[in-house]
């Protein structure tokens, strides 16, 4: 999802225009929240990150659009997207005035049990319409977008998940693990992390790449990246090499590698074009 909303999702930052909305008990095994963000007309591109959590984004109307630049591929998407896996360099422009944005986060394992994908689904296209995954699992987009109200969005949403959803065979071993490496911000090596689970090495990743789509060690850098980006980005003196370490980086020089294979820029560049979209919105 565009990083500036799960920046606020990460840090509770929440108000009547920013919201979550808890799902009911029947739903949230498998789904972790609804969001709903204002977005001001003027903001221009925006980075796409997942720490981890599939999400699926729908815009105000199904005309709306975004146009997506990834690498040296650039291509347009109507309605709703899908993104999951470990997104790079990944950025979006919306191509309307949607004013409005509307977002599913889903648990890690049930998005994929949900919609009945290969965990690798993601693996090379991160971020994609929603439109396939809707039309083979019986999700009509059409009739989501028939509702205005953000409650009548959510009920519809939750309905399809109880007439679709079977209970979940997440092996609970790795439902644990999961929980440790967000409770450590992913500050910790795949050794360690496969030492607290008790279970070796290969078991972890099989389980990992079927369940997840990811292997254990980018799920590790996905949750320890978004908390060294959070710090710097709310840091008002940048101090690249205490992030690092803090963050469980071997040194500043690790911390801009990583930085710049996310966002294609480096931290100091990255705060200039922050900064740069920011005055354009005052």
Known sequence: MPINYLKKIQLGDFDENDY???????????????????????DDAHLIFNDGFPVLVFLQNPQDAISVTAANNEFEIKGAWASAGAIKNVYINYNSKTDQVFIVRFHPTAFYQLFGIDGQYFRYD????????????????????????????????????LSSFKATDTPKILQRTLDYIHKIKGNSTVKNVT?????????????????????????????????????????????????????????????????????????LAYLKFLYKSVLKTQ
């Open 195 to 267: 030492n607290d689970a008790g279970v070796n090495y290969k078991w972890l990743e099989r389980s990992f790449l079927q369940y997840i789509g990811l292997l254990p060690k980018e799920y590790i850098q996905l949750q320890r990246f978004i908390n060294a980006y959070l710090e710097l980005v709310g840091s008002q003196d940048v101090d690249l090499m205490r992030i690092a370490i803090a963050n469980g980086y071997y040194d500043a020089n690790h911390f801009l590698k990583d930085f710049k294979s996310y966002t294609g820029k480096t931290p």
């Open 126 to 161: 991160p971020v994609t319409s929603f439109e396939s995954i809707a039309s083979n699992n019986n999700f009509s987009i059409a009739e989501f977008f028939e509702y205005s109200s953000i409650e009548e969005k959510v009920a519809f949403i939750e309905a399809y998940v």
């Open 20 to 42: 979550k909305i808890s799902p009911s008990k029947s739903v949230e095994a498998v789904i972790e929240g609804f969001y709903v963000f204002s977005r001001d007309p003027k």
